[in-house]
């Protein structure tokens, strides 16, 4: 009855921006912390950044000052403006919400955006 929808993915040039939107859409849920995700081929999949439902936000070293996450609540949609991309961050970009439904939270994922950065 939940899911997230994922867009803004693509192909860019180092140094280009890409804005990536993940939508939650269903019914009788609200959602605490949303975040992002990437997974490289043959890495472990890592977290980028994540915002907690009052606004607070971390990112992992590697995108510090590049990326910025933020949420639109009245839409339930999460945010990844990347600027200044490098082809390092090329990755299958995946969205995640705690969703919280009848008292209980669980994790939802995204079926994932392709981002690749040329150089």
């Known amino acids: 009855q939940v899911q997230l929808v994922e867009s803004g993915g693509g192909l860019v040039q180092a140094g280009g921006s890409l804005r990536l939107s993940c939508a939650a859409s269903?019914?009788?849920?609200?959602?605490?912390?949303m975040g992002w995700y990437r997974q490289a081929p043959g890495k472990q999949r890592e977290l980028v950044a994540t915002?907690?439902?009052?606004?607070?936000?971390n990112y992992a070293d590697s995108v510090k000052g590049r990326f910025t996450i933020s949420r639109d609540n009245a839409k339930n949609t999460v945010y990844l403006q990347m600027n200044s991309l490098k082809p390092e961050d090329t990755a299958v970009y995946y969205c995640?919400?705690?969703?919280?439904?009848?008292?209980?939270?669980?994790?939802?994922w995204g079926q994932g955006t392709q981002v690749t950065v040329s150089s």
């Open positions: 995640n919400a705690d969703i919280w439904r009848f008292g209980t939270a669980n994790a939802y």
């Open positions: 915002i907690t439902s009052g606004g607070r936000t």
């Open positions: 269903g019914i009788a849920f609200r959602i605490n912390d």
